[in-house]
């Protein structure tokens, strides 16, 4: 795909077809999160990769999805969830303020995740403490997301927004569609 159709299509998915993502399409997505920038490059970010069907249906359980919707429409149903989970994690004796790292990191894990059909959403939804726990972090690691992944089984389009209703919906297939500001609302130039 190029690359301006794979951007436009790397939408949040949250349905996804039970079938594995394969250890060389995980081990792409670690590399491009290793290789995106990082301020003063310290690098403070690391990585928990959870795949098991066990471990992933522990960490699922911690999660929250779509809150613009119903739980009965925007929660993955059985079936439908996730199949991998990565957690994006900071070290603050590294770098205390290390958002942005991680949210370029994130942005490069989908892209290359997308690459390869693999959707996925981003979840700042979710039980911290329970997850940090099971994580294994110690204090001075804050856990920033976890990312799911998974083929899904939906597709999701964007829309120019109308009256500043930033709500995402489902249209009557269940697909998602996303309204953006548009261009023209968000750059000036001087
Ligand atoms: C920092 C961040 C946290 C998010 N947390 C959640 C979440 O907890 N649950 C969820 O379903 N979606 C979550 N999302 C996905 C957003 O809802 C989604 O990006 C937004 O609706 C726009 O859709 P799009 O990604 O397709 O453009 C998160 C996105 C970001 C950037």
Redesign the pocket.
Known sequence: MELMDLMRTN??Y?RFEQTPVSDGIIGEILEAARNASSAANRQPLSYVVVKSAKKVAEVFAL??????LAPEQ?QPKKGEEPVLFIGVVENMDINKNCDTDA?LAIANMRLAAWAHGVGS??????DKVKLSEMFGLTENQVLH?VVAFGYPSHT?R?EDMKDGNVK?YLDENRD?V?P?RRLCEVVKEI
């Open positions: 939408r949040t949250r999660t929250k999805w779509a809150g613009y925007g949210g959403c981003i979840i700042g939804a979710c997301t999701s964007i995402y998602y996303v953006k």
